[in-house]
């Protein structure tokens, strides 16, 4: 079994508790996501962020093909991480942990996310051709956007890394 994981961090200048109300809200998911990905939510997402909630989305990663995803926010300590896990949907695992750190600067928004591609050898093949591509895609647009609406801390470089585990 390969397990892969994604690493990014982003400063911003902002406050802990507007981070907090911007990334734990599902709405919010949309806004960060590219619009190539047809991104919606289906139910779930109309109460603050609990342990147990169930998440429903569509998402198109490859060429327009929607796909069902489901995911269950397993933990959530207020104001400095929450944990969503896949429970239906395109990886054979997708463990996700957001964190904010609070800095001088504003906060650190951290993410770290573990997950395993499907269909064995042939899901190798299209981790190397476009999914490890498309996950960075992704984090850059949603990097880019965070910019937008908040800000950049100077000096203070971003974080991506993705690797095998």
Known sequence: MRLYRLHSKQ???IAKEKAWSFLSDPANLK???PEAMGFEILSGADKEMY???IIQYNVSPIAGIKTRWVTEITHVDQGNYFVDEQRFGPYALWHHKHFIHPTENGVVMEDIIDYKIPFGLLGQFALGLFIKKQLATIFK?????LIELFGQVDGKPSLLEI???
């Open 31 to 33: 806004v960060i996501t």
């Open 141 to 145: 647009y949603r990097e880019e956007k």
């Open 11 to 13: 400063q911003l200048p």
């Open 51 to 53: 342990a147990g909630q």
């Open 163 to 165: 690797k095998k585990i």
